[in-house]
């Protein structure tokens, strides 16, 4: 059951990313998407320009972004998904 929830949340995200025309893929472990366990880091790849879009998008949808020192180019979002007991974090 927690496994279902937390694709409920990824497919939240993808879905909001493809409705909005953002342009990204996942870099890797994209067949580990159903199995992630006590949470999970999914990586991102996101065309530059369209950055700030998503950071705003992901911010409706509970993330937070985390400071990236020395981390760039890197961006980091987190989010607590309480129906999974889950964190998630995107690295894009």
Not at 24 to 48: K, N, P, Q, W
Not at 69 to 88: I, K, M, N, T
Request: proline letters at 2%; hydrophobic letters at 40%; charged letters at 25%.
């Amino acid at each position: 059951m927690r496994e279902a929830l937390m694709n409920e949340l990824l497919r939240s995200i993808f879905h909001t990313l493809g409705s909005a025309g953002i342009h990204y893929c996942l870099l890797r472990d994209g067949g580990r998407l159903d199995h992630l366990d006590s949470g999970g880091e999914i990586d991102l790849l996101v065309r530059g320009d369209q950055l700030a879009q998503v950071s705003g998008l992901l911010a409706e949808l509970g993330f937070l972004r985390l400071p990236g020192w020395g981390y760039q180019p890197h961006h980091f979002f987190v989010a607590y998904d309480e129906d999974s007991g889950r964190w998630l974090k995107l690295d894009s």
